[in-house]
């Protein structure tokens, strides 16, 4: 590539770059703006800032509790999806058994199911087993994911297969195969499931908004709806819970990004 395409691609680059890294710079500066004014349109530029906002937030609402909730319910979420998809994806790739291809296309096919479907049957369900209104019912629904496990079954499908078989001379069985050969190789798309299984717990808004009634019990999400006024809204104190919103979130991100890369690339997804 010639110098000067070279630099028109970098600035191109370092365009979209700044068109997407202004959202969040927006809403970081509105934080800090005194009474949250957005009167005068966007601007990154604050005479008098103040940290204000982020002390009515936590005093307004119970943060520290509602982001125990989110961390909890997140965590959760994202190991149960890893065990669930790593072992069903271990099947798939590995076993053999009747009807596999069938089961493993129905499986898949549940991806094509909104969640919007769901919420009325997962709610009756929950209702009828008095669990509405728990952590676990945030939990349970999402304890397993068909494109978490297609990714691991696919990551699994790459391991050569006389890894599985030399463990097999040496007296290993499926278990000690699939802890002590296959884990440690699909590092990468366990890290990637792992990462999306957590965004998405985290961002969840629908189905905690039907299933939580108890203020004590709320995420992250359905804090900050309920910082939105039927009339007025500070804002300021909106920005603020959303920058403590995506600070965790884009923490955990940038950690993992390398293994999201490598883990899409691992498994041969485009």
Avoid: C
Wanted: aromatic residues 12%.
């Amino acid at each position: 590539m010639t110098k000067p395409r070279r630099i028109v691609l970098f600035v191109i680059v370092a365009l979209v770059a700044l068109a997407m890294v202004f959202p969040f710079a927006w809403t970081f500066v509105t934080s800090i703006t005194p009474d949250g004014s957005l009167a005068d349109g966007p601007s990154l530029y604050v005479p008098n800032p103040t940290m204000a906002a982020y002390v009515e937030l936590f005093n307004r609402l119970p943060m520290g509790q509602i982001i125990l909730n989110s961390v909890v319910v997140s965590f959760a979420a994202t190991a149960l999806q890893l065990i669930t998809g790593s072992m069903a994806g271990y099947a798939f790739a590995r076993l053999q058994f009747r009807a596999k291809p069938v089961v493993f296309a129905v499986y898949l096919a549940t991806l094509m199911i909104p969640l919007q479907v769901l919420v009325v049957p997962l709610f009756i369900q929950f209702r009828d087993w008095n669990l509405q209104d728990t952590l676990f019912s945030l939990i349970a629904p999402s304890a397993a994911s068909a494109f978490g496990v297609f990714l691991l079954r696919q990551a699994i499908e790459a391991v050569p297969k006389e890894l599985d078989e030399a463990a097999t001379i040496d007296g290993a069985g499926h278990l000690r195969i699939f802890a002590m050969v296959i884990l440690p190789l699909i590092k990468p798309a366990l890290a990637t499931v792992g990462i999306l299984a957590f965004m998405a717990s985290w961002n969840s808004f629908l189905w905690p908004l039907v299933v939580i009634r108890s203020p004590e019990l709320q995420t992250l999400p359905l804090g900050l709806a309920t910082l939105q006024g039927l009339y007025t809204t500070r804002w300021d104190v909106v920005m603020a819970g959303s920058v403590v919103s995506i600070i965790p979130i884009a923490l955990v991100y940038l950690f993992a990004q390398r293994y999201i890369i490598a883990g899409v690339s691992h498994t041969g997804l485009k």
